[in-house]
């Protein structure tokens, strides 16, 4: 490590609301070894459940209020920030997501700051707009890498220009210790899934293939773990097709590991997915995953061996898929031990955490040796 001191490192944040991507970066700024980073933090709005987790151990916490990008305001917090970088000597900034992206990487160059890395821990959603993507890949560009979480979400970078030097893969990681391994079920009836409420997550599929299940297994129960825009649109689906007693909406929970452990199958119904952390959770639950074939979803589960896949959309392949392990629950136990073997081999945090603490300090000792030809010419 340059200087053998601790090196300051800024992680910008929307806010500490519960998401993958939230979950996974407070885990990132919390387990660092402070021996060799100094963690900073820094964030939009300072709300959310995360917040105490997140700024556990920092040096300090700032926050850029915004309002919108385009807002006046913009770009006094633009400037604020980049002075903030200046005065606590950030050596490296890790923005999160796509705001934080096209705010804080342009600001940290604008900065000086040494290594600059963006994020990319999602594919193309209808929740983003060709404009932001755009405002995203500017960003990319002040950028020294841009992290993926998957080889899909490589290939996406690559196919809006990111070049290929530029991208570097370190896939999530689970604390498969907070997981107790479920024991083998004789019946396989209660559901879980674990996801945000929105229109990419499928849990209309989901419900729809639910009718087609309670049909077969009259005493089958699904929970739904997660909050957000399509709460009520879904109970009103939930209502129409007579599903009422049978699906329970749990909102946002901290308790995760004991809900899979309560649970007999998970099921993701995603229509897009970079690498989702409800599925590595479940495998670290060692529960049989029922998973839409999306995204990065094969790069975790190699259907038939430690979980099964179908095709999006489908609900009726999604029934049929989670009546099968309901019929052979031997076969659902194997799937969930083998799952469990593949988030213990390849998705823990130590392997996540060892990946970016490798790329911080080789990117700030790569810096450090293109300065030093400089230092030498201008000694001569």
């Known amino acids: ?71 006046p305001s913009t770009a006094g917090q633009f400037v604020a920030f980049a002075r903030w970088c200046r005065r606590i000597g950030a050596r490296i900034v890790h923005t999160c997501e796509l705001y934080s ?59 809006e220009g990111v070049p290929a030097h530029k991208i570097r893969m370190i896939p999530n990681g689970v604390d498969v210790r907070a997981f107790e391994p479920v024991s083998p079920r004789a019946r396989i009836r209660r559901i879980v899934t674990v996801a945000n409420l929105r229109p990419e997550k499928g849990h209309d599929t989901l419900l729809a293939a639910l009718t087609r299940i309670a049909e077969r297994q009259p005493d ?20 129409t097709r007579g599903l009422g007693s049978r699906v329970s909406f749990l909102g946002q929970r ?60 489908d609900p009726v392949a999604l029934g049929n898929a989670v009546l099968e392990l309901m019929d052979r629950p031997d076969f659902a136990s194997r799937l969930g031990r083998a799952a469990r073997d593949t988030a213990e081999a390849r998705f823990s945090f130590d392997r996540m955490i060892a990946g970016f603490e490798h790329l911080y300090s080789s990117e700030l000792e790569k810096r450090a040796m293109s300065r030093e030809p400089r230092r030498e010419l201008a000694a001569s």
Do not use: W
């Open 1 to 71: 490590m340059p200087n053998g001191r601790p090196q300051p490192i800024v992680f910008l944040l929307t806010s500490f609301d519960i998401g993958g991507t939230e979950r996974q970066m407070v885990e990132l700024m919390r387990r660092l070894d402070r021996s060799l980073f100094t963690v900073h933090v820094a964030c939009f709005h300072r709300r959310g459940p995360l917040e105490s987790r997140a700024v556990e151990g920092a040096a300090s916490v700032a926050t850029f209020p915004l309002r919108a990008f385009h807002h």
């Open 254 to 313: 901290s308790d995760i590991p004991a809900l899979l452990g309560a649970s007999d199958v998970f099921v993701l119904a995603s229509r897009s997915e970079a690498s989702p952390n409800g599925v590595i959770e479940a495998m670290a639950a060692g529960l049989p995953v029922v998973s839409t074939r999306v995204g990065g979803v094969p790069e975790l589960i190699d259907s038939g061996v430690n979980g099964l896949l179908v095709d999006p959309d």
């Open 101 to 159: 992206n096209i705010f804080g990487l342009p600001a940290a160059a604008f900065a000086g700051v040494d290594v600059r890395i963006g994020n990319r821990r999602e594919l193309r959603t209808p929740d983003k707009s060709a404009a932001q993507l755009a405002c995203q890949g500017f960003a990319y560009k002040t950028a020294h890498i841009v992290v993926a979480n998957s080889t899909a979400a490589a290939e996406q970078l690559r196919s």
């Open 220 to 239: 089958a129960e699904l929970a739904i773990v997660g909050d957000g825009p399509l709460r009520g649109a879904l109970a009103d689906d939930v209502a």
